[in-house]
């Protein structure tokens, strides 16, 4: 074959090949797509239906109404305590987890085979379904025969209600959820405190500085935006927590623990209000789009920060 006929050869194969060439960045891009239209359509969908009047036992009542649902729900005294319980719930099992959390990462920090093994155990509950954990807690903290139930007895509270009095129904699913998911906050700190440069600590420990000022004045600035990312994440986890609330009390007893998922819940299936289901829902979007909002902007500051300094 000459060198004509194999540089007209070569180009022929080129120009079948551009093409797929071409085409293959939007099939890369192709599941991101599908991921992005199976978010938007349901959105958009909640955010039409929280403009109607909209029962699915009367469906000849349909129609449009504006933002009528959401002016019945800002009158309503019950929409207030949900927003309340939600915000409660939410910060006492952000902050108690965070806590928790840092100080076993803390505790862990050394990366020796013991500590380790103590990590991927502590992993374990993470590693439950949410409704599974709430079973299991409503079993061992059942006033006739749970476990626990018998345990605090041996300390004279025999009569301990756990998630059947409005008085202790907080605490009890605020114990689960932080029984759940304070591993994961521990994970997520415990590979920040593992990833800090160690020069600051072992130019500290050269200097004899006391372990509170390494601590308040080198660690928590440097874990700052790993803690702030793990707020993030629980905060928007517990705000639209349903699976241990609704498995242990179902938003009981009465209203005592009717947060926003459990309350859009029953407005959908018991009460068949689509409408007000779906206005719930937008309301719960704007509240976390808020807070993460919030979240995102002190992170971006604490990260200009760092870089300034570095």
Not at 67 to 77: A, G, K, S
Not at 121 to 129: C, G
Not at 261 to 272: D, I, K, R, S, W
Not at 291 to 297: A, G, V
Request: aromatic share 12%; net charge positive; glycine share 6%.
């Amino acid at each position: 074959m000459s060198m004509l006929q194999l540089l007209q050869a070569n180009a022929l194969v080129g120009r079948k090949a551009r093409p797929r060439g071409r085409a293959l960045p939007y099939l890369l891009s192709l599941p991101a797509l599908l991921v992005c239209v199976a978010i938007i359509v349901p959105f958009v969908a909640a955010a039409v239906y929280s403009l109607q009047r909209y029962r699915l036992n009367l469906p000849y009542l349909r129609g449009f109404i504006g933002i009528q649902n959401y002016v019945d729900f800002l009158t309503d005294p019950a929409f207030w305590n949900t927003l309340r319980i939600s915000l409660v719930y939410t910060a006492l099992t952000v902050v108690i987890e965070l806590l928790l959390g840092l100080g076993i990462a803390l505790l862990l920090r050394r990366p020796t085979r013991f500590h380790n093994a103590v990590s991927i155990v502590l992993l374990l509950p993470l590693m439950t379904a949410p409704a599974i954990a709430a079973l299991m807690w409503k079993l061992m903290t059942n006033p006739g025969f749970g476990i626990l139930s018998y345990l605090v007895g041996l300390f004279g509270l025999t009569d301990f209600k756990w998630a059947s009095d409005p008085s202790t129904a907080l605490f009890t699913v605020v114990l689960v959820d932080v029984w759940v998911y304070t591993p994961f906050i521990m994970i997520l700190l415990l590979a920040g405190l593992r990833s800090l440069p160690r020069q600051p600590f072992e130019a500290a420990a050269l200097d004899g500085v006391p372990a509170t000022f390494v601590f308040f004045r080198i660690t928590l600035p440097m874990l700052a935006p790993y803690i702030i990312t793990a707020s993030l994440f629980r905060l928007l986890d517990s705000i639209q927590q349903f699976d241990i609330i609704y498995a242990m009390t179902q938003g009981g007893p009465g209203d005592r623990l009717m947060v926003f998922q459990v309350q859009a819940y029953l407005e959908f299936f018991q009460y068949t209000n689509v409408g007000r289901s779906a206005a719930l829902l937008m309301i719960l979007w704007v509240i976390t789009n808020i807070l993460s909002n919030i979240f995102i902007k002190n992170w971006l500051r604490l990260r200009a920060r760092a870089h300034s300094q570095a």
